[in-house]
Structures are given as structure tokens and as C-alpha cells.
């Protein structure tokens, strides 16, 4: 009927166009081509051209590719395909869940913005020189979560694998990430590990406490320990205070630290002094 059309008009929409339709076989078993007609003059007299191309391959290929894409995006772990630069071609919808990042708005972007600046300096040229090596890197990234406007971003843990994509000539076609969240777990170790250090140290400072030296310098001695302790400000400032049993205030035994950029360190210890033991009564009033 195009044919018909064209010849009775001049006008058809599949002459000069290629387009995928089922041809039959002789056995009658039906398979894809892809099929292009050309009309030319042969002979004062038009003439159709029609070259056939079985796609089978090229259908089957691209079935296994959907059905690959479906089992990606299917994975609870997040993963993502960048070219050789770093260029995110392609993620799946676990790592929006991990990273706050729809596909839409990370395709396009460099790795580098996942990256949390807590990472140590060099990483990426680091990890980027193992992998162009064709090596697997495997290891904890610490990402930073895109939130919505106006929310502070979150911080992520996650166990990373990284692998070069090689083509057949070996050369390097891009890298596959994959992740998954392990953010509870790296913040259970750190609990784990805090309590493990602290329950160590109490021992120690009651261990310094118990000595015959001069209670000022078990003090000091006690508070250099405890300084050195996993989480405690950088700033190193500390004070002792001391509530006597019987009577009324709490006393600022003694200070440490460089309060160079305090205006009142006594004040700054006073604060502390009231955050631990009350504002508000009476016999809690700190003595200078």
C-alpha cells in the first residue's frame, strides 16, 4: 500500500527511511530487520529498492541491556558508571537513596562532588592513580549528602568498590562504582571505641588520683590524660572544679590551657561550672 501510494502521489513516509519491522523466514519463523526502500527510475519506469538487514544480534544485545539496567536498578547498593575523567554517566535509583543525588542532576557532574571535605588531602589523586593502573579499589568514603535547600548536608559512610571498565583492546573506558550505606555501623564502632577509651582513661586518672603527690599536680597530671582522649575540643582549654561536701559554691581548682583568646578565662570555666552543676541555686554560686 506505501508502494502503491508513493507511486500514485510521490509522497510515501518509508521511502528513504529505514525503520525495524518482522520478516519471515521459509520456515515461517518470524525475525527483526531493519528495512530501508529507495525509489529510482530504471528504464523510464520506477523501481523499488529494499535492503533488508537482520538485527537479531543487535535486538537480543539490547534486551540483555534493559534486562541488566532493570537488575541495577533493582540492587539495594548504590552504583554509578563515570567516563576515564570522572563524569557520571549513569546512576541508579539506590544512590539517590544513599546520596540525596537524583539521576537527573548527578549525570553530567564529577565524582568529586560526593566527596565529604572531612576526606583526607590527596585522596582522590590518590585512588584515581590506583585505578588507571587497572586496579580494584575497595575501601570507606565518607560522602556528602545532597539535601533539600536550606538543610544543613548530611554525612554519609560508605563502603565503596571501584573498578576500571576496559574495553577489548584493554584500554580504559571508564570505572563502576559500587556502595553501600554503612553509616550506622562506622558510628557503632566510634561509640564502641569511645567507650572502650574512655573506660581505660577513668581508670588511669583514678589511678593518678590515688597517688601521694600534691593534689594540684594529680590534677594536672589527670587533666593532660583526659586531653588526649578521641573527641575532646582541639582547643585543649579545661578547668578543675571543686564542690567542697559541706559547703556552699563550687571552686575553679585549677586551669589549663592556652585561654589567650578568652576575654574572661574565668568566665569561660564559670559557664562549664554552671552547664555541670546548675545556675540556679544558691549554694551552687561559683567562688573565684
Known amino acids: 500500500q506505501g508502494l502503491e501510494?508513493?507511486?500514485?502521489?510521490?509522497?510515501?513516509?518509508?521511502?528513504?527511511?529505514?525503520?525495524?519491522?518482522?520478516a519471515m523466514r521459509a520456515d515461517q519463523t518470524e525475525f527483526p530487520v531493519e528495512l530501508a526502500i529507495n525509489a529510482v527510475w530504471l528504464n523510464d519506469q520506477m523501481q523499488f529498492i529494499a535492503y533488508l538487514r537482520d538485527i537479531?544480534?543487535?535486538?537480543?544485545?539490547?534486551?540483555?541491556?534493559?534486562?541488566?539496567?532493570?537488575?541495577?536498578?533493582?540492587?539495594?547498593?548504590?552504583i554509578f558508571i563515570s567516563d576515564p575523567e570522572g563524569t557520571i554517566r549513569y546512576a541508579n535509583q539506590a544512590f539517590t537513596k544513599i546520596t540525596g543525588w537524583a539521576a537527573e542532576d548527578i549525570i553530567g557532574q564529577n565524582t568529586k562532588v560526593l566527596l565529604s571535605?572531612?576526606?583526607?588531602?590527596?585522596?582522590?589523586?590518590?585512588?584515581?592513580?590506583?585505578?588507571?593502573?587497572?586496579?580494584?579499589?575497595?575501601?570507606?568514603?565518607?560522602?556528602?549528602?545532597?539535601?533539600?535547600?536550606?538543610q544543613?548536608?548530611?554525612?554519609?559512610?560508605?563502603?565503596?568498590?571501584?573498578?576500571?571498565?576496559?574495553?577489548?583492546?584493554?584500554?580504559l573506558q571508564g570505572f563502576v562504582a559500587i556502595g553501600r550505606d554503612i553509616t550506622e555501623e562506622v558510628r557503632r564502632e566510634q561509640r564502641q571505641h569511645l567507650e572502650h577509651e574512655a573506660a581505660e582513661i577513668r581508670a588511669q586518672v583514678s589511678q593518678i588520683l590515688q597517688t601521694q603527690d600534691p593534689l594540684q599536680r594529680r590534677f594536672?597530671?589527670?587533666?593532660?590524660?583526659?586531653?588526649?582522649?578521641?573527641?575532646?575540643?582541639?582547643?585543649?582549654?579545661?578547668?578543675v572544679l571543686?564542690?567542697?561536701?559541706?559547703?556552699?559554691?563550687?571552686?575553679?581548682?585549677?586551669?589549663?590551657?592556652?585561654?589567650?583568646?578568652?576575654?574572661?578565662?574565668?568566665?569561660?570555666?564559670?559557664?562549664?561550672?554552671?552547664?555541670?552543676?546548675?545556675?540556679?541555686?544558691?549554694?551552687?554560686?561559683?567562688?573565684?
Open 117 to 150: 571535605e572531612s576526606m583526607p588531602a590527596g585522596f582522590s589523586a590518590q585512588m584515581l592513580n590506583q585505578l588507571t593502573q587497572t586496579k580494584i579499589w575497595n575501601g570507606r568514603l565518607l560522602i556528602q549528602r545532597r539535601n533539600m535547600p536550606g
Open 220 to 239: 594536672a597530671k589527670a587533666v593532660r590524660r583526659i586531653m588526649t582522649m578521641s573527641g575532646i575540643n582541639k582547643g585543649g582549654k579545661s578547668c
Open 242 to 288: 571543686l564542690k567542697p561536701h559541706a559547703a556552699p559554691g563550687v571552686r575553679i581548682y585549677l586551669m589549663q590551657g592556652d585561654f589567650s583568646h578568652e576575654s574572661n578565662p574565668r568566665s569561660y570555666c564559670q559557664t562549664i561550672a554552671h552547664g555541670l552543676f546548675g545556675a540556679t541555686r544558691d549554694d551552687n554560686e561559683i567562688l573565684i
Open 5 to 22: 501510494k508513493y507511486l500514485n502521489t510521490g509522497q510515501g513516509s518509508m521511502i528513504g527511511q529505514r525503520t525495524e519491522v518482522y
Open 152 to 171: 544543613e548536608p548530611d554525612l554519609v559512610w560508605t563502603q565503596m568498590t571501584v573498578a576500571p571498565i576496559l574495553g577489548t583492546a584493554n584500554e
Open 56 to 78: 537479531s544480534a543487535r535486538k537480543q544485545a539490547e534486551s540483555e541491556r534493559r534486562w541488566l539496567i532493570l537488575a541495577i536498578d533493582a540492587s539495594p547498593d548504590g
